[in-house]
T-cell receptor, first 115, second 109 residues
Framework: SAVISQKPSRDICQRGTSLTIQCQVD?????MFWYRQQPGQSLTLIAT?????????ESGFVIDKFPISRPNLTFSTLTVSNLSPEDSSIYLC????????????FGDGTRLSIL | GQNIDQPTEMTATEGAIVQINCTYQ??????LFWYQQHAGEAPTFLSY??LDGLEEKGRFSSFLSRSKGYSYLLLKELQMKDSASYLC??????????WGAGTKLIIKP
């Protein structure tokens, strides 16, 4: 399975600033995803990162707030913009290799706190 | 709509067996996944079922009944390190994962 490196592992940010999270996979993958997970809750999909085109966002998430890049098949970034306390959460990157119906494998996550 | 149901929390004893159930309703079905997530860590893949029946992997087994929209994860010979949340997720017709809220499993000595 693919090994996924995500950084930073944690950060504390000021209100109104932005944080960019990086996700690097050790092999070419077909799909990459960004999730948010509140403590004690399940995963909420933010968007699917598409290589060479705009990300596909889920309901409730917009590009202006969560711009995503995926310049190639092994790398993606998620930026959380104009940070507010409600953005305090864990952000997870995942990726799938091979064809359809393959499991998603996750990075270690980024724990974000807003002052 | 799409929905995944699993118990919020379960408690079991070290050395025993526990079964975590998951029922689902999704738009199309391309398989069901189980993940383990220890506190403060990322989810890790445990099993995948797309056909009816039981898949066994060591101490862990996963069962699927597509006609009933039902799956379970069976953990045998429980160890303290099995204390974690267990997430059920279904892949819908668009190959998107629909996630359950997770079952927190507490293992007592």
């Amino acid at each position: 399975s693919a090994v996924i490196s995500q950084k930073p592992s944690r950060d504390i940010c000021q209100r109104g600033t932005s944080l960019t999270i990086q996700c690097q996979v050790d092999s070419q993958v077909t799909m990459m995803f960004w999730y948010r997970q509140q403590p004690g809750q399940s995963l909420t999909l933010i968007a699917t990162a598409n290589q060479g085109s705009e990300a596909t966002y889920e309901s409730g998430f917009v590009i202006d707030k969560f711009p995503i890049s995926r310049p190639n098949l092994t790398f993606s970034t998620l930026t959380v913009s104009n940070l507010s306390p409600e953005d305090s959460s864990i952000y997870l990157c995942s990726a799938t290799t091979g064809g359809d119906a393959q499991p998603q494998h996750f990075g270690d996550g980024t724990r974000l706190s807003i002052l | 709509g799409q929905n995944i149901d699993q118990p919020t929390e379960m408690t079991a004893t070290e050395g025993a067996i526990v079964q975590i159930n998951c029922t689902y309703q999704t738009s199309g079905f391309n398989g069901l996944f189980w993940y383990q997530q220890h506190a403060g860590e990322a989810p890790t893949f445990l099993s995948y079922n797309v056909l009816d029946g039981l898949e066994e992997k060591g101490r862990f087994s996963s069962f699927l009944s597509r006609s009933k929209g039902y799956s379970y994860l069976l953990l045998k010979e429980l160890q303290m390190k099995d204390s974690a949340s267990y997430l059920c997720a279904c892949m819908d017709s668009n190959y998107q994962l629909i996630w359950g809220a997770g079952t927190k499993l507490i293992i007592k000595p």
